[in-house]
């Protein structure tokens, strides 16, 4: 075997977490999948991870807002492949960008804000860990590294 084929080589996502004035989360119900998520999608060949949340953004909700500092990078390895996914700050949005969502009826069949304690029904606990691992970092401002959803360290 070849030292080559022995590299990891995971797909990457990115994703952009909002909140709106009472701290709530921004997720979208997709058309392809039973579980919510926050806005975000697969990072493409030849693209950064924060062009891939521009990209998405624009496509899913006609947001075209750029993505704030990076909150979260989660290692989640999956039955099928391996994923590392980005999570970036996408700040407080106002009630007129909220006006101006318009979904892709391709990928997305409904949007909704939750309290971060009404997330775990909606999603998957894992996402649910990594959106609340977000939130933290946003009050300390310290980027958290996880696996699976939980903390490494």
Known sequence: MDIVDNIARPAAAAAVLFLDHDGQ????EPTYKPRWEIPGGEVEKGETPREAC???LHHQLRLDLPPGPLLVVDW??????ER???VFDGGTLTEAQLDRIELAPDVLTSWAFLSPDELFVMMEPRSVRRVLAAIDTRRTGVPAYLESGLPAD
């Open 76 to 81: 989640a390895p999956l039955v099928r492949e």
């Open 25 to 28: 989360v921004l997720i979208v």
């Open 54 to 56: 521009t990209r998405v």
């Open 84 to 86: 590392v996914r980005f």
